[in-house]
């Protein structure tokens, strides 16, 4: 009697139900594997574009120019002895650093795609017009008249994260007169390498006004940033790119377009946490300030990749309920092993989209996956059913499934709520169409 109770059981709707409901969690584990695939993918591009960038110049980061005059401290100190105390005194080198009073730089972007094999990321030639003034360097006089100012040694120095991104030789002009730059080694203010540019024989402008310009012709990656380092600084940054993302501490007044961006930003010197004058033993790094532009892929197709990963289960569940549906009205029985072969199927859609999105791109990879999915499945369908109207209708379901995953997949802003909508949606048909299910009765 046992026996046969156990037999019903496992012969009646609910344990199919089960069966099925376990099936569907025990295929999220080749799911998370083909999303350990998509990450691991995604890894290997990123090192091959840090390859690539690096051939190239990195992320370019643009501070100063700052001028730095050396002058010998004067240091006073008393030895005590028998004879009484006695001064000693000695003199220690230093550097008095000053900021501009204004700072102008206008940057000309020109982007573009490098394809590195199935690789890609986005390099730029850039074009930096730098100008300025420093009003500030009477005061410099007026700081410890007992030291020795060195103007004859004097320098400008001006940051540059990626020193290979420059294409020709940097000259500084300030006050009429051309100075060439120099390249030099990394300092306590700025992480990356600088330019050094020594101001022999500089003469101080008699209004007090020292005006410089520059003109820098810079290739960089991805993203390019500044430091404002000026008592007021204007940045403009335009380029032809149609997704830039705007980077840092300041938000800039900016237009975009399909293919172009233009931005602005206006900072003054209370605005960020960098002293207009510094002592070369009281410096501290300024990148808590930098701000700038990122040179984006709205979507890649490794992040599409992942995000058409996430709605593994809602396809295996919704065609299961499909396939049970139909089981259950007909009266014809499926196999576990026939759930268990779509649902590999569905699962391989994922491989496949990554395989080929890889070489052609996602949108067309998109379509070959799901053509090909769709195709097999259906296929394998006809032979359950052998009914072309019901092999039609779960055709249907599927090409409606992956057209919505695809719209879900290109929107930004609205996924998230188109997503659940639709699912909603999905939920609420399923409930109307099974309404009229007679469950007791077909357990019986």
């Not at 004067?74 to 030895?79: A, G, M, T």
Request: proline letters at 2%.
């Amino acid at each position: 009697m046992e026996t046969q109770k156990n037999q019903k059981f496992t012969q009646s709707i609910t344990f199919k139900a089960l069966t099925v409901v376990a099936l569907t969690l025990l295929l999220l584990i080749p799911k998370a594997m083909i999303t350990g695939l998509i990450e691991e993918r995604e890894d290997r591009s990123k090192e091959a574009v840090r390859a690539i960038n690096e051939k190239w110049s990195n992320s370019q980061t643009i501070c100063g120019p700052v001028i730095s005059v050396p002058y010998s401290a004067k240091i006073v100190e008393y030895e005590k002895s028998k004879a009484g105390t006695q001064e000693k005194v000695s003199y220690q080198r230093r550097w008095f650093s000053l900021m501009p009073s204004a700072l102008n730089i206008n940057a000309k972007l020109s982007p573009e795609s490098k394809h590195y094999g199935i690789y890609k990321t986005v390099l730029y030639r850039s074009e930096l017009n730098i100008s300025g003034s420093f009003d500030n360097l009477d005061e410099f006089e007026d700081y410890d008249d007992n030291n020795a100012k060195h103007w004859n040694e004097a320098y400008i120095t001006i940051g540059i994260t990626d020193l290979k991104g420059l294409v020709s030789n940097a000259e500084f002009v300030i006050n009429g007169k051309a100075y060439q730059a120099e390249a030099q080694g990394s300092n306590s203010w700025f992480e990356g390498n600088t330019l050094k540019i020594p101001l022999k024989n500089f003469q101080k402008s008699p209004n007090g006004k020292n005006e410089f310009r520059c003109t820098l012709m810079l290739n960089g990656s991805s993203d390019i940033s500044f430091i404002p380092v000026g008592r007021t600084t204007d940045v403009s940054v335009s380029g032809k790119w149609g997704a830039p993302s705007f980077i840092g501490n300041f938000s800039p007044d900016s237009e975009v377009g399909k293919d172009n961006f233009a931005a602005k930003w206006h900072i003054l010197h209370f605005n960020r946490s960098i002293p207009e004058a510094f002592d070369n033993d009281k410096r501290n790094s300024f990148h808590d300030s930098q701000f700038g532009v990122q040179l984006i892929e709205t979507i890649d197709h490794y992040q599409q990749n992942l995000r058409s990963a996430k709605y593994a289960l809602m396809f295996i569940a919704l065609t299961f309920v499909v396939f049970f549906f139909v089981e259950v009205l007909t009266k014809k029985k499926i196999h576990i092993i026939q759930y268990l072969l779509v649902g590999i199927a569905l699962i391989l859609f994922y491989s496949l989209l990554l395989s080929i999105s890889e070489q052609i791109g996602f949108a067309l990879a998109y379509l070959i996956a799901s053509l090909a999915t769709i195709g097999l499945i259906s296929t394998y369908v006809y032979s359950i059913f052998k009914s072309g109207k019901q092999t039609s209708l779960f055709t249907l379901i599927l090409c409606i499934l992956y057209v919505f995953l695809y719209v879900v997949l290109q929107l930004e802003d609205l996924a998230l709520l188109i997503g659940s909508v639709g699912l909603f949606a999905i939920l609420g048909v399923i409930m109307f169409l099974s309404r009229k299910i007679n469950w007791y009765k077909n357990e019986e």
